[in-house]
Nanobody, 115 residues
Framework: QVQIVESGGGLVQPGGSLRLSCVVS????????MAWYRQAPGKQRELVAI???????NYKDPVQGRFTISRDNAENTVYLQMNSLKFEDTAVYYC?????????WGQGTQVTVSS
């Protein structure tokens, strides 16, 4: 069974940085495009960034130029480097497979941007 464990969240001031990690076990990680998603209070979960099997990436407009997604297939890990954080980045961040179907969701990691 696939398990996903996200970590690295926390409380940060506007303009600060965080690096999120996501470890995936129970599957051949390198076979899948992976993505980071987030869910803010009272809002639906939204896609943030994608990294495809070959390493090419795609970002949604709100995070373009500030966030960087990367992966380490040897460690079954996907990362999200978040710079220049804004109040509106506050959310629970999740990683999962990108595509029409997802693995079971992990618990996510809370990111709070506050002064």
């Amino acid at each position: 069974q696939v398990q996903i464990v996200e970590s690295g969240g926390g409380l940060v001031q506007p303009g600060g940085s965080l690096r999120l990690s996501c470890v995936v076990s129970g599957t051949i990680f390198s076979d899948y495009a992976m993505a980071w998603y987030r869910q803010a209070p009272g809002k639906q979960r939204e896609l943030v960034a994608i990294i495809f099997r070959a390493g090419d990436t795609n970002y949604k407009d709100p995070v373009q130029g500030r966030f960087t997604i990367s992966r380490d297939n040897a460690e079954n890990t996907v990362y999200l480097q978040m710079n220049s954080l804004k109040f509106e980045d506050t959310a629970v961040y999740y990683c999962n497979r990108f595509g029409p179907t997802q693995f079971n969701w992990g618990q996510g990691t809370q990111v709070t941007v506050s002064s």
